[in-house]
Protein backbone atom coordinates (compact mmCIF):
# COMPACT_ATOMS: atom_id res chain seq x y z
CA UNK A 1 0.00 0.00 0.00
CA UNK A 2 1.47 3.19 -0.87
CA UNK A 3 2.04 5.45 1.98
CA UNK A 4 0.07 8.56 3.47
CA UNK A 5 2.08 11.46 2.21
CA UNK A 6 2.75 14.98 4.46
CA UNK A 7 5.37 17.64 3.87
CA UNK A 8 6.83 20.75 5.56
CA UNK A 9 6.11 23.68 4.33
CA UNK A 10 8.27 26.81 4.38
CA UNK A 11 10.51 29.46 3.02
CA UNK A 12 13.59 28.54 3.71
CA UNK A 13 12.63 25.10 4.83
CA UNK A 14 15.95 22.98 3.73
CA UNK A 15 17.41 23.00 7.37
CA UNK A 16 13.94 21.71 8.69
CA UNK A 17 14.42 18.65 10.85
CA UNK A 18 11.18 17.55 10.46
CA UNK A 19 11.08 14.69 8.24
CA UNK A 20 13.50 12.93 9.96
CA UNK A 21 11.38 13.53 13.16
CA UNK A 22 8.75 12.13 11.47
CA UNK A 23 10.24 9.13 9.99
CA UNK A 24 11.58 8.39 13.44
CA UNK A 25 7.99 8.26 15.18
CA UNK A 26 6.65 6.05 12.05
CA UNK A 27 9.28 3.57 12.36
CA UNK A 28 8.19 3.92 16.18
CA UNK A 29 5.16 2.89 15.78
CA UNK A 30 5.35 -0.07 13.08
CA UNK A 31 3.39 2.90 10.71
CA UNK A 32 3.96 4.02 7.24
CA UNK A 33 4.46 7.72 5.93
CA UNK A 34 6.01 9.44 3.04
CA UNK A 35 6.64 13.17 5.06
CA UNK A 36 8.76 15.19 3.14
CA UNK A 37 10.18 19.38 2.66
CA UNK A 38 8.28 21.57 0.28
CA UNK A 39 9.80 25.11 -0.37
CA UNK A 40 7.48 27.84 -1.56
CA UNK A 41 7.37 31.62 -2.73
CA UNK A 42 6.43 33.75 -0.29
CA UNK A 43 3.55 34.72 -3.01
CA UNK A 44 2.47 31.34 -3.31
CA UNK A 45 1.85 29.14 -0.17
CA UNK A 46 -1.97 28.88 -1.08
CA UNK A 47 -1.77 27.30 -4.49
CA UNK A 48 1.91 25.71 -3.20
CA UNK A 49 -0.72 23.87 -0.45
CA UNK A 50 -3.83 23.40 -2.32
CA UNK A 51 -1.71 21.92 -5.28
CA UNK A 52 -0.45 19.21 -2.20
CA UNK A 53 -3.56 18.57 -1.28
CA UNK A 54 -5.41 18.11 -4.99
CA UNK A 55 -2.36 15.71 -5.10
CA UNK A 56 -3.78 13.30 -2.31
CA UNK A 57 -1.68 14.46 0.58
CA UNK A 58 -3.15 13.97 4.13
CA UNK A 59 -1.70 17.16 5.97
CA UNK A 60 1.66 19.61 6.38
CA UNK A 61 3.11 21.08 8.71
CA UNK A 62 4.04 24.99 8.05
CA UNK A 63 6.66 27.03 9.33
CA UNK A 64 8.21 30.56 8.70
CA UNK A 65 6.79 32.61 7.15
CA UNK A 66 3.42 31.04 6.41
CA UNK A 67 1.59 30.12 9.40
CA UNK A 68 -0.59 32.71 9.85
CA UNK A 69 -1.66 32.27 5.63
CA UNK A 70 -1.95 28.47 7.14
CA UNK A 71 -4.24 29.22 10.11
CA UNK A 72 -6.79 31.41 7.96
CA UNK A 73 -7.35 27.59 5.35
CA UNK A 74 -9.04 26.09 8.28
CA UNK A 75 -11.99 25.28 7.67
CA UNK A 76 -12.00 24.26 11.47
CA UNK A 77 -9.59 25.67 14.07
CA UNK A 78 -8.54 24.81 17.50
CA UNK A 79 -8.58 27.09 20.54
CA UNK A 80 -5.19 27.45 20.89
CA UNK A 81 -4.57 27.99 16.82
CA UNK A 82 -7.20 30.66 17.31
CA UNK A 83 -5.56 32.56 20.25
CA UNK A 84 -2.39 32.73 18.35
CA UNK A 85 -3.81 32.91 15.05
CA UNK A 86 -1.54 31.11 13.24
CA UNK A 87 -1.28 27.42 12.64
CA UNK A 88 1.60 24.83 12.42
CA UNK A 89 -0.37 22.28 11.02
CA UNK A 90 -3.28 21.10 8.67
CA UNK A 91 -5.10 18.13 7.98
CA UNK A 92 -6.59 18.25 4.85
CA UNK A 93 -10.11 16.89 5.90
CA UNK A 94 -12.86 16.42 3.24
CA UNK A 95 -13.95 20.05 2.38
CA UNK A 96 -17.58 20.04 1.65
CA UNK A 97 -20.50 19.46 3.55
CA UNK A 98 -21.49 19.35 6.99
CA UNK A 99 -20.30 16.61 9.77
CA UNK A 100 -22.30 14.65 11.71
CA UNK A 101 -23.00 17.48 14.59
CA UNK A 102 -23.87 20.02 11.74
CA UNK A 103 -20.81 22.04 11.97
CA UNK A 104 -18.63 22.55 8.34
CA UNK A 105 -16.85 19.99 7.01
CA UNK A 106 -13.08 21.21 5.56
CA UNK A 107 -9.29 21.53 6.63
CA UNK A 108 -9.09 21.00 10.07
CA UNK A 109 -6.03 23.30 11.49
CA UNK A 110 -3.93 23.42 14.84
CA UNK A 111 -1.23 25.84 16.33
CA UNK A 112 1.47 22.62 18.21
CA UNK A 113 3.84 24.83 19.14
CA UNK A 114 2.87 26.18 22.50
CA UNK A 115 2.00 22.66 23.74
CA UNK A 116 4.82 21.15 22.16
CA UNK A 117 6.85 24.03 24.40
CA UNK A 118 5.23 23.57 27.51
CA UNK A 119 5.76 19.75 27.46
CA UNK A 120 9.20 20.24 27.20
CA UNK A 121 9.93 22.81 29.79
CA UNK A 122 7.68 20.42 32.24
CA UNK A 123 8.04 16.71 30.95
CA UNK A 124 11.43 16.83 29.30
CA UNK A 125 13.75 19.35 31.46
CA UNK A 126 11.66 18.81 34.84
CA UNK A 127 10.77 21.91 35.50
CA UNK A 128 7.16 22.64 36.63
CA UNK A 129 5.19 25.95 35.54
CA UNK A 130 2.57 25.71 38.05
CA UNK A 131 3.35 29.35 40.66
CA UNK A 132 6.16 29.76 38.48
CA UNK A 133 7.60 33.60 37.04
CA UNK A 134 7.91 33.30 33.33
CA UNK A 135 9.34 35.86 30.85
CA UNK A 136 8.45 35.55 27.23
CA UNK A 137 11.10 37.15 24.87
CA UNK A 138 9.67 38.44 21.31
CA UNK A 139 5.75 38.90 20.24
CA UNK A 140 6.05 36.90 16.79
CA UNK A 141 4.47 33.99 15.74
CA UNK A 142 6.60 31.32 17.75
CA UNK A 143 5.58 33.41 21.00
CA UNK A 144 1.97 33.99 20.03
CA UNK A 145 1.86 30.22 19.62
CA UNK A 146 3.48 29.51 23.12
CA UNK A 147 1.32 31.93 25.23
CA UNK A 148 -1.83 30.64 25.39
CA UNK A 149 -0.43 27.12 26.04
CA UNK A 150 1.87 28.71 28.76
CA UNK A 151 -0.56 30.27 30.72
CA UNK A 152 -2.85 27.33 30.78
CA UNK A 153 -0.32 25.66 32.97
CA UNK A 154 -0.64 28.14 35.44
CA UNK A 155 2.25 30.42 36.21
CA UNK A 156 1.97 32.83 38.83
CA UNK A 157 3.08 35.90 36.07
CA UNK A 158 4.24 35.75 32.43
CA UNK A 159 5.83 39.29 31.09
CA UNK A 160 6.11 39.51 27.72
CA UNK A 161 9.74 41.81 26.32
CA UNK A 162 9.64 42.24 23.14
CA UNK A 163 11.71 45.14 20.55
CA UNK A 164 8.57 46.63 19.04
CA UNK A 165 6.55 47.55 22.21
CA UNK A 166 3.27 47.81 20.45
CA UNK A 167 3.81 43.72 18.92
CA UNK A 168 4.19 42.62 22.68
CA UNK A 169 1.05 44.75 23.89
CA UNK A 170 -1.20 43.36 21.30
CA UNK A 171 0.12 39.88 21.92
CA UNK A 172 -0.60 40.11 25.61
CA UNK A 173 -4.32 41.84 25.00
CA UNK A 174 -5.41 39.12 23.00
CA UNK A 175 -4.36 36.65 26.08
CA UNK A 176 -5.98 38.82 28.73
CA UNK A 177 -8.99 37.10 28.69
CA UNK A 178 -7.24 33.89 29.06
CA UNK A 179 -4.81 34.81 31.78
CA UNK A 180 -7.50 36.57 33.97
CA UNK A 181 -9.52 33.16 33.72
CA UNK A 182 -6.08 31.44 34.73
CA UNK A 183 -5.36 34.13 37.80
CA UNK A 184 -1.63 34.41 35.53
CA UNK A 185 -0.57 38.04 36.27
CA UNK A 186 -0.18 39.09 32.40
CA UNK A 187 2.40 41.92 31.67
CA UNK A 188 4.09 43.28 28.43
CA UNK A 189 7.55 45.44 28.89
CA UNK A 190 11.04 46.38 26.77
CA UNK A 191 13.98 44.14 26.29
CA UNK A 192 15.76 46.63 28.19
CA UNK A 193 13.27 46.26 30.97
CA UNK A 194 12.69 42.96 31.25
CA UNK A 195 12.99 42.58 35.07
CA UNK A 196 15.00 40.23 36.97
CA UNK A 197 14.93 36.43 38.20
CA UNK A 198 12.51 34.72 36.39
CA UNK A 199 11.98 31.11 36.99
CA UNK A 200 11.82 30.48 33.47
CA UNK A 201 13.27 32.54 30.31
CA UNK A 202 12.01 31.88 26.84
CA UNK A 203 13.49 33.03 23.85
CA UNK A 204 11.27 33.12 21.41
CA UNK A 205 12.64 36.37 19.27
CA UNK A 206 14.65 35.04 16.31
CA UNK A 207 18.04 36.69 17.89
CA UNK A 208 19.48 33.20 17.89
CA UNK A 209 18.51 32.47 14.36
CA UNK A 210 20.49 35.51 13.05
CA UNK A 211 23.68 35.05 15.19
CA UNK A 212 22.88 37.56 17.74
CA UNK A 213 23.65 37.69 21.52
CA UNK A 214 20.94 37.06 24.22
CA UNK A 215 18.28 40.39 24.11
CA UNK A 216 17.85 40.93 27.74
CA UNK A 217 20.28 41.54 30.52
CA UNK A 218 22.02 38.38 32.29
CA UNK A 219 19.79 40.51 35.28
CA UNK A 220 16.90 37.71 34.40
CA UNK A 221 18.42 34.75 34.94
CA UNK A 222 18.81 33.16 38.36
CA UNK A 223 20.93 30.30 39.25
CA UNK A 224 17.52 27.87 39.41
CA UNK A 225 16.37 29.54 35.72
CA UNK A 226 15.66 27.40 33.17
CA UNK A 227 16.29 29.52 30.16
CA UNK A 228 15.16 28.45 27.08
CA UNK A 229 15.75 29.31 23.36
CA UNK A 230 13.45 28.34 20.62
CA UNK A 231 16.46 27.84 18.07
CA UNK A 232 18.33 24.10 17.98
CA UNK A 233 21.40 23.00 16.15
CA UNK A 234 24.83 25.21 16.56
CA UNK A 235 22.69 28.57 16.26
CA UNK A 236 21.75 28.04 19.81
CA UNK A 237 24.73 27.47 21.48
CA UNK A 238 25.75 31.27 22.10
CA UNK A 239 22.27 31.89 23.92
CA UNK A 240 22.60 28.19 26.02
CA UNK A 241 26.05 28.56 26.96
CA UNK A 242 25.19 32.61 28.07
CA UNK A 243 22.63 31.28 30.47
CA UNK A 244 25.47 28.69 31.97
CA UNK A 245 27.79 31.56 31.98
CA UNK A 246 25.48 33.43 34.42
CA UNK A 247 24.89 29.84 36.36
CA UNK A 248 21.27 28.99 34.89
CA UNK A 249 20.41 25.94 33.35
CA UNK A 250 20.71 26.67 29.07
CA UNK A 251 18.61 24.64 27.31
CA UNK A 252 17.76 24.66 23.13
CA UNK A 253 14.54 24.35 21.21
CA UNK A 254 15.21 20.72 19.64
CA UNK A 255 12.73 19.29 22.43
CA UNK A 256 9.60 21.64 21.77
CA UNK A 257 10.44 20.59 17.56
CA UNK A 258 9.90 16.98 18.58
CA UNK A 259 6.71 17.31 20.99
CA UNK A 260 5.19 19.64 18.84
CA UNK A 261 5.83 17.28 15.63
CA UNK A 262 4.80 14.56 18.22
CA UNK A 263 1.05 16.60 18.36
CA UNK A 264 1.24 16.98 14.67
CA UNK A 265 1.78 12.99 14.35
CA UNK A 266 -1.35 12.19 16.51
CA UNK A 267 -3.71 14.54 14.60
CA UNK A 268 -2.72 13.07 12.00
CA UNK A 269 -2.52 9.55 13.20
CA UNK A 270 -3.81 9.00 16.21
CA UNK A 271 -1.36 7.56 18.29
CA UNK A 272 1.19 8.81 20.26
CA UNK A 273 5.01 8.55 19.74
CA UNK A 274 7.49 7.83 22.39
CA UNK A 275 9.64 10.96 21.89
CA UNK A 276 11.90 10.63 24.91
CA UNK A 277 13.31 8.17 22.26
CA UNK A 278 13.36 10.53 19.06
CA UNK A 279 14.40 13.47 21.22
CA UNK A 280 17.59 11.54 22.09
CA UNK A 281 18.24 9.96 18.56
CA UNK A 282 17.12 13.59 16.71
CA UNK A 283 20.68 14.98 19.65
CA UNK A 284 22.48 12.28 18.61
CA UNK A 285 22.08 12.85 14.84
CA UNK A 286 22.53 16.81 15.31
CA UNK A 287 25.22 15.84 17.84
CA UNK A 288 24.59 18.65 20.28
CA UNK A 289 24.87 18.20 23.84
CA UNK A 290 21.81 17.07 26.01
CA UNK A 291 20.88 20.05 28.29
P1 LIG B 1 8.93 36.03 13.80
O1 LIG B 1 9.67 36.61 12.65
O2 LIG B 1 7.46 35.86 13.71
O3 LIG B 1 9.22 36.92 15.12
C1 LIG B 1 10.51 37.34 15.43
C2 LIG B 1 10.56 37.95 16.82
O4 LIG B 1 11.91 38.24 17.13
C3 LIG B 1 9.78 39.27 16.96
O5 LIG B 1 9.27 39.38 18.25
C4 LIG B 1 10.90 40.30 16.74
O6 LIG B 1 10.64 41.55 17.36
C5 LIG B 1 12.05 39.62 17.43
N1 LIG B 1 13.37 40.07 16.94
C6 LIG B 1 13.85 39.95 15.69
N2 LIG B 1 15.10 40.47 15.62
C7 LIG B 1 15.39 40.93 16.86
C8 LIG B 1 16.51 41.58 17.42
N3 LIG B 1 17.60 41.86 16.70
N4 LIG B 1 16.50 41.89 18.73
C9 LIG B 1 15.40 41.61 19.49
N5 LIG B 1 14.29 41.00 19.01
C10 LIG B 1 14.29 40.68 17.70
O7 LIG B 1 9.67 34.63 14.09
P2 LIG B 1 9.05 33.38 14.86
O8 LIG B 1 8.37 33.89 16.06
O9 LIG B 1 8.31 32.51 13.93
O10 LIG B 1 10.38 32.55 15.27
C11 LIG B 1 11.21 32.96 16.34
C12 LIG B 1 12.25 31.88 16.60
O11 LIG B 1 11.65 30.70 17.09
C13 LIG B 1 13.02 31.46 15.37
O12 LIG B 1 14.37 31.34 15.73
C14 LIG B 1 12.42 30.11 15.00
O13 LIG B 1 13.34 29.29 14.33
C15 LIG B 1 12.12 29.56 16.38
N6 LIG B 1 11.05 28.53 16.41
C16 LIG B 1 11.34 27.27 16.94
C17 LIG B 1 10.37 26.30 17.02
C18 LIG B 1 10.70 24.96 17.61
O14 LIG B 1 9.90 24.02 17.49
N7 LIG B 1 11.83 24.81 18.27
C19 LIG B 1 9.00 26.52 16.55
C20 LIG B 1 8.78 27.88 16.05
C21 LIG B 1 9.79 28.81 15.98
P3 LIG B 1 9.80 42.71 16.61
O15 LIG B 1 8.37 42.47 16.96
O16 LIG B 1 10.34 43.95 17.19
O17 LIG B 1 10.08 42.58 15.15
Known amino acids: MTPDRYAVIGNPVGHSRSPAIHALFARQLAD ?86 VRDIEINAGVPLAGSRVLLIGAGGAAAGALGPLIEAGPSQVVIANRTRDKGMMLAARHLHLARTHQVMLLDTTLDDAGRAFDVVINASSTSLAGEEAPVDEQVLAPDTLAIDLMYGPLAVPFVEWARRHHATGRDGLGMLVEQAAEAFFIWRGQRPDTALVLAEMRRQLDVEPS
Not at 69 to 98: C, H, I, K, M
Open 32 to 117: SIDYTRLECPNDAFVSTVRQLATSGAKGCNVTVPFKFEAYALGARTTPRARLAGAANTLRFDSDAGVDAAGGAKGWFADNTDGIGL
